[in-house]
């Protein structure tokens, strides 16, 4: 009796702390989100970027976008909320409006398109994976334990 | 009835092969079992068998003195000499302070030995001295000891006033570089002494003579009277005590001998590797010679001549030949992985097995 | 009466000559350092928040009569692996630190128990022999992180995994997760960054120690650590307890390597455990602790006499010498020594305490002798 109890406590726990990770797992999830001021053509019809975008996030201004510019923001979590302050001519009316993005899990870096996505097209017209071109930056051997050349020095390396 | 017996023939015959392993140790048995496997694998993966074999002998040379040393410690019931870097240290002042005083060549060798002797013999006598003080807790004060010495000779080889402009920075003309080229000095003052090169093999038969020498020393030390009566302080020390052995002196004795020997030893390894390493270098040098003592098949409370060289050979063997012949078997080089797991696995062993007499 | 108080005095500076000793080293070196009160305190705030969690997790094997743990380092590594396995997943902030934590309570449990084990082989040697696990184990931990992570373990970003497909590279970058326990709730008072929330998580832990104590096991426990023999007549199961006490210890220094890092920043894959040990023991032993008895209030003082010693070292070394690696290697010597004169301590009042039980036993039994007369 006391033992089946406390095996199902045990268990309990052990399911308890699952539980937490798979939560923190989607909940901790880092996204970093590239935004574009940048003009695109979708079937024909081209999307010119506004003159000036400013890119509020959780209160914060993160990016000041003139058209042609990119911005970044960190997120954490899938819901991604933004307030952009739009300025359509230079000098213009700027429009205050807060938008929210739903990320995919899977991507790390995600480019979205502002001008296309303004425009309500298709998810899949504005956002694309970010593909980090300088991955390799620092390729040269690095000094690890037990490396390439088995000097003698290493007597030391325990 | 005959059934019987051959039954008990079976078991006993079992029960020996058995006991045979529990004596010899499975770790060891796996390990010299490696070092097998690798010798016969060497060839085949395009590793020259003789530079191999040679490269083993030369690293043996150099480090079986070290090795040696560990006996005289485990004989007198003090365990493994983790403290070695103290001994070490005496060893370093000997071989700076003889280029110090401008000894050149050969003599520079025999003027580090004399400079280093008083050394190790002081710092022995009262590493000793605390030995005997904390009776039960010798090992891990050991290793602290050694860890503290190094730490503190650090800051004096920065802060001795040595001039040679051998081994001194250059651009600060003070304190001492990290490694100090022995070229002029006594670099393969040992290993060059009746060299034998045939083909790729060479044997620095100078070097194992020296070993040799103080090998057979201990092993006759070990026969005389005072041996004994180490041995037996450290196989009983009751006992030992009531046939009128002075328990404390025999392991302030085991204790320097152990000691200078490392002093020796490390002048070895540097003439044999052609270079002085100061500062965090001695840091770890005790683990090596510890496993490798363990590894030729001594205990915490006995070793003998014949350990130290199985155990230095198979030892160093690894260390030698598992990154050729694993690089160019696999490409991948895990010889530091099998290198620590093996000594310090060997280390554990050791530790926990349990011993009579001391802890 | 004056005696007495001379007495006192004297028992006083014997008892702390250790802590005494570093508030001297201190006061020498702090002027000659020339920092600021302020950059110190800083710096000390964060130090403690940094390091105490991980010193804490010493506490509970001393109080088995297992002496200092230098196995910590093992759930320093696992908690090393859990976090470079967040990073991978890109886990960011606090559920980051969450998830790591948990993630590296299955591997602490199975280190702790694999280090109980071995320790309950080497009664009356464990801190060598924990010593030597924690060697043994970093040959493992490069194994796992060096060769089989990447084939085996699958890491995606090229910015954790080296370039020739396996094995993690040397520094591992936290930045999405840097400092976010520290910088929740941080509250400023002139100039001086207080983590109020790593604080309270210590807090936490404090309080579970004190409470921990007086539980069944925690009675168990110092039971085990008085007298082994005598616990086992009592019906305690000695070596299970031991393990146990081995597994919570590994557990807390697994969370505790956490928080350190989080702090830190990023992971020196293969070097951050491996002085960690050392560092915390000595810690620990500055703050008036020793083999065999140790408080929080000894955690306390240590983190804070310890890290103004070493904050402090380099600058005045280089003041009073003129090179800075002098303060450098003091601070390492000065770790060591604290370790090796603690131990020494320790050996000779355990010899002394021996020899005292012997001569009252004597004294006894030649009383009792005269008594039958």
Redesign the interface.
């Known amino acids: 009796m006391n033992k089946t109890r406390s095996l199902l406590f045990r268990l309990g726990t052990v399911l308890i702390?699952v539980g937490?990770?798979v939560?923190?797992?989607i909940?901790?999830?880092?996204?970093t989100v590239y935004l574009d001021n940048k003009k695109i053509e979708v079937d024909g019809v081209e999307y010119a970027p506004p003159y000036k975008i400013t890119v509020f996030v959780g209160g914060e201004q993160v990016a000041k976008l003139n058209a042609r510019d990119r911005g970044m923001a960190?997120c954490?979590g899938q819901n991604f909320e933004m307030t952009l302050k739009i300025m359509k001519e230079k000098g213009g009316e700027e429009t205050t409006e807060t938008y929210r993005l739903k990320l995919p899990y899977q991507l790390?870096g995600i480019v979205v398109n502002l001008p296309a996505y303004l425009a309500g097209l298709p998810e899949e017209t504005w956002m694309s994976e970010f593909v980090s071109l300088a991955?390799?930056t620092s390729?040269e051997d690095?000094?690890?334990?037990?490396?390439?050349e088995?000097d003698?020095?290493?007597?030391?390396?325990? | 009835m005959n059934e019987s017996l051959a039954d008990r023939n079976n078991y006993t015959v079992r029960d020996r092969v058995k006991s045979m392993i529990a004596n010899f140790g499975l770790p060891r048995l796996i390990i010299a079992a490696f070092l097998l496997l690798l010798f016969i694998a060497a060839p085949f993966v395009g590793a020259d068998f003789w530079t191999q074999i040679s490269n083993t002998i030369n690293r043996f040379s150099w480090n079986a003195v070290m090795v040696l040393a560990m006996v005289p410690m485990i004989h007198s019931g003090c365990g493994l000499n983790f403290g070695l870097p103290l001994g070490i240290i005496s060893g370093l002042l000997g071989a700076t302070l003889s280029i110090e005083f401008g000894f050149t060549g050969p003599m520079s060798f025999v003027m580090a030995i004399l400079i280093a002797t008083p050394f190790a013999l002081l710092l022995g006598a009262g590493y000793g001295w605390l030995l005997n003080k904390i009776k039960g807790g010798e090992m891990m004060i050991a290793t602290y000891v050694g860890f503290s010495s190094v730490s503190f000779m650090c800051m004096m080889w920065l802060l001795l006033p040595y001039h040679s402009p051998t081994m001194v920075w250059g651009f600060a003309g003070k304190g001492l570089r990290t490694t100090i080229s022995l070229e002029g000095f006594y670099d393969k003052v040992l290993a060059g002494f009746l060299q034998i090169r045939i083909g790729n093999l060479s044997i620095p038969t100078g070097t194992l003579l020296f070993f040799a020498l103080l090998a057979f020393l201990m092993w006759a030390f070990l026969h005389t009277k005072t041996g004994t009566a180490m041995t037996a302080v450290g196989s009983n020390p009751t006992f030992a005590r009531a046939a009128g052995v002075n328990v404390d002196r025999m392991r302030l004795l085991s204790v320097v001998m152990s000691t200078w020997l490392a002093a020796i030893g490390i002048l070895v390894y540097e003439q044999g590797?052609g270079f002085i390493?100061l500062y965090?270098?001695?840091?770890?040098?005790a683990?090596?010679a510890v496993s490798a003592i363990l590894i030729g098949g001594a205990s915490v409370n006995k070793a003998s001549i014949a350990n130290v060289i199985i155990g230095t050979f198979l030892f160093q063997g690894i260390v030698t030949m598992t990154?050729t012949v694993m690089?160019n078997m696999i490409h991948m080089?895990?010889?530091?992985?099998i290198?620590?797991v093996a000594?310090?696995g060997m280390i554990l062993y050791a530790l926990t097995r349990k011993t009579e007499g001391t802890k | 009466m004056n005696n007495g108080f001379g007495k006192k005095i004297r028992n006083f500076i014997f008892d702390n000559t250790v802590p005494l000793m570093f508030v001297l080293i201190c006061a020498v070196c702090i002027p000659l350092s020339g920092f600021s009160f302020s950059y110190l305190l800083n710096e000390i705030v964060t130090r403690m928040g940094r390091n105490i969690f991980l010193i804490l997790c010493l506490l509970i094997p001393i109080m088995a009569g297992m002496g200092l743990n230098f196995g910590m380092t093992l759930g320093a590594m696992a908690g090393e692996i859990a976090l470079i396995l967040v990073s991978d997943?890109?886990?960011?902030?606090?559920?980051?630190v969450?998830?790591a934590m948990?993630?590296s309570?299955p591997i602490s449990v199975l280190l702790g128990y694999f280090c109980g084990k071995i320790l309950n082989m080497a009664k009356g040697r464990e801190m060598i022999t924990s010593y030597i696990i924690s060697?043994f184990m970093n040959g493992i931990y490069?194994l796992i992180v060096?060769y089989m992570m990447g084939p085996i373990i699958p890491i995606k970003?090229?910015?954790i995994k080296?370039?020739r497909g396996y094995?993690i590279?040397?520094t591992v970058s936290l930045l999405?997760m840097r400092q976010c326990l520290d910088n929740l709730l941080a509250v400023r008072i002139g100039g001086v960054k207080i983590p109020v929330l790593t604080f309270m998580i210590i807090g936490v832990l404090c309080l579970f120690i004190i409470w921990f104590r007086k539980t069944k096991l925690g009675q168990d426990m110092r039971a085990v650590g008085q007298d082994m023999n005598v616990a086992r007549d009592a019906g305690i199961q000695v070596e299970r307890t031991r393990i146990i006490s081995m597994i919570m210890s590994t557990v807390l220094a697994g969370f505790g390597m956490v928080i350190y890092l989080q702090n830190m920043g990023n992971i020196a894959t293969?070097s951050s455990h491996s002085q960690i040990g050392m560092f915390c023991i000595a810690a620990l032993l500055v703050g008036g602790a020793s083999v065999d008895k140790a408080s929080i209030g000894n955690v306390f003082l240590g983190v804070i006499l310890f890290h103004t010693m070493f904050i402090v070292a380099p600058k005045a070394g280089a003041q009073i010498t003129g090179d800075s690696m002098i303060g450098e290697y003091f601070r390492v010597f000065v770790s060591y020594g604290v370790i090796t004169v603690s131990l020494i301590m320790y050996e000779t009042k355990k010899r002394k305490n021996k020899s005292l039980v012997g001569q009252q036993l004597a004294q006894a039994q030649k009383e009792e002798a005269k008594a039958h007369e």
């Open positions: 702390l937490i990770c939560c923190m797992m909940v901790g999830r880092g996204h960190t954490i790390d991955t390799e390729a690095e000094e690890l334990p037990g490396g390439d088995m003698e020095f290493e007597m030391g390396d325990f | 590797f390493q965090m270098a001695p840091f770890y040098m683990l090596p990154p690089n080089d895990m010889s530091e992985v290198r620590v000594s310090q | 997943w890109q886990i960011w902030g606090i559920p980051g969450v998830l948990i993630l309570i060697f490069q060096l970003h090229s910015s080296l370039p094995g590279r040397n999405n293969y």
